[in-house]
């Protein structure tokens, strides 16, 4: 029982950390088999190669799906608590690794789906020590927290202007040119309103026309809308760590959003980023 105790808990610090060179050498190798699968996938999605290599493509891509689930049988295995491994977060990622090649044996398009093992790719941040450029993502995620109510307005606004312009279009066009229904008035306006203009649908009468110049300069209008709420919230975000963040000598913790130094001791408040 000891024995097998010790080898869960060598296992244990070779899969789940990357501090010790052992469990780094795991972590590197595991991220340049994902790396290889992922390469593997793109190349055989060329029909002329796929054509040629299909056998060889198909085998190697059985070998390392086993390796995947060996190793998510491991994590497992040497976890203390397996059950909050297999539904958190990477535990899903892992499992998602292996699951489209067992599906390829019953629909071979589903070899495709293999390309969710990029996200696996996050790991990196672990190897490469690259955790503390993660929790700048909090100012994000907070932007975005605060934008939702804001965001949510405007596309409901913007999902009755197209409603209006696309049916106004169908009435003012009809189908003899193109509009053959409100759903592809509805389509036309996004896409004009857009500025991405396909131009698969044009309108070709006068009073159409004026109406489309109307859609293309409302669209210049607020196309920058998200973009400024999201900026505005995420300078609050960062304003808001700016007055939190308390001074690492005195420890006083509320300064001016713009203030360097303590206003108490003269320290500096926040260190310069090489």
């Not at 060996?70 to 499992?95: T, W």
């Not at 503390?132 to 975005?144: E, F, M, T, V």
């Not at 049916?167 to 500025?195: C, D, K, N, Q």
């Amino acid at each position: 029982m000891d024995s097998q105790r010790t080898l869960r808990q060598q296992l244990y610090t070779i899969i789940f950390f990357s501090d010790t060179p052992a469990g780094r050498r795991f972590d590197t190798a595991l991220l340049l088999i994902i790396l290889a699968s992922l390469v593997l996938v793109m190349v055989d999605s060329i029909e002329s190669v796929h054509r040629q290599y299909a056998d060889l493509f198909a085998t190697i891509e059985w070998g390392l799906t086993g390796i995947f689930a060996v190793e998510y049988l491991l994590r497992l295995y040497c976890s203390p608590k397996p059950l909050r491994y297999a539904f958190s977060f990477y535990g899903l990622v892992d499992l998602l690794a292996i699951v489209p090649g067992i599906l390829a044996i019953y629909y071979s398009d589903a070899q495709y789906l293999m390309i969710v093992r990029v996200i696996r790719m996050l790991r990196i941040f672990r190897v490469l020590k690259l955790r503390p450029y993660l929790s700048q993502a909090n100012y994000l995620l907070s932007a975005l927290r605060g934008s939702r109510q804001k965001i949510i307005v405007f596309l409901l606004s913007v999902a009755t202007l197209v409603t209006v312009f696309g049916t106004l279009m169908y009435v003012i066009e009809g189908p003899e040119h193109g509009f053959t229904s409100i759903p592809m008035g509805i389509y036309w306006a996004i896409v004009t309103l857009t500025t991405v203009g396909f131009g698969d649908i044009v309108p070709k009468t006068p009073l159409g026309q004026m109406i489309s110049a109307l859609v293309m300069i409302t669209g210049y209008s607020i196309i920058a809308v998200p973009t400024g709420i999201f900026t505005a919230e995420l300078a609050n975000a960062m304003r808001g760590e700016r007055l939190q963040r308390a001074c690492p000598v005195c420890a006083k913790a509320e300064h001016d959003s713009e203030a360097a130094f303590c206003c108490r001791c003269g320290n500096a408040l926040f260190k310069k980023i090489e």
